[in-house]
């Protein structure tokens, strides 16, 4: 499929043609195995706990980046610090889950 597609695409759009080749094939398998895997995944929960996880890490995010912003870092020192705290608040919103993974070595 992949190949198919950049041979149509390229010829047009070079590079970028190879991008949308690709991304359409990926799409096309991806929404296969959607329709395949209907009846053994629950997508509603999947897609919910994909969208918590969205929310949570765009608050980490805003979070991270006011705190170096209220500080005044700069260069290489911010993206370490912005880096740190990502993940120290990223355990700190997920701690649940991860004691989950821990006992149960598995999400609930």
């Known amino acids: 499929m992949n190949l198919i597609l950049n041979l149509i695409f390229i010829k047009s759009f070079g590079a970028i043609g190879a991008c949308i080749g690709t991304i359409a094939a ?28 969205i929310i949570k890490c765009i608050a980490i995010t805003l979070t991270c980046t006011a705190l170096v912003e209220l500080l005044k870092i700069q260069g290489a020192f911010k993206i370490i610090l912005i880096s740190i705290s990502f993940i120290v608040l990223y355990i700190i919103f997920n701690i649940r889950t991860l004691k989950n993974l821990k006992i149960t070595g598995k999400i609930k």
């Open 26 to 53: 990926e799409a096309s398998v991806m929404f296969y195995q959607i329709i395949a895997t209907k009846d053994n995944i629950n997508y509603k929960k999947v897609f919910l706990l994909i969208s918590i996880l």
